[in-house]
């Protein structure tokens, strides 16, 4: 499996902005390029969801909700995929999480929590 560790999250207005990092501080740069990283939300009480994900092509999507509002990059040098998120509201609250799949075996960072009030 590949260590996650993500970073980032906190407490926002809406309207904000915040930027979470994920990194894979053992993988090695080569195998961690040809990896699809993806990013998910896990509100309260409700099933975790996908927010972004980036493929080893830089091939992006996002959910509906997050669409001109996040963008998802890639730092392969750094290992670290990074999700950019503006124009925050109450619904983009919830826990972050980052996924990839090696080797069909799945793997999750910690989670980062991110907090939209008024």
């Known amino acids: 499996q590949v260590q996650l560790v993500e970073s980032g999250g906190g407490l926002v207005q809406p309207g904000g902005s915040l930027r979470l990092s994920c990194r894979a501080p053992?993988?090695?740069?080569?195998?961690?390029?040809?990896?699809?990283m993806t990013w998910y939300r896990q509100a309260p009480g409700k099933e975790r969801e996908l927010v972004a994900q980036?493929?080893?092509?830089?091939?992006?999507q996002f959910a509906d909700s997050a669409k001109g509002r996040f963008t998802i990059s890639r730092d392969n040098s750094r290992k670290t995929v990074t999700l950019q998120m503006k124009s925050l509201v109450p619904a983009d609250t919830g826990t972050y999480y980052c996924?990839?799949?090696?080797?069909?075996?799945?793997?999750w960072g910690g989670g980062t929590q991110v907090t939209v009030f008024s």
């Open positions: 996924h990839t799949k090696q080797y069909g075996l799945d793997s």
């Open positions: 053992r993988s090695i740069t080569s195998v961690f390029s040809a990896l699809t």
């Open positions: 980036i493929t080893s092509d830089r091939t992006t």
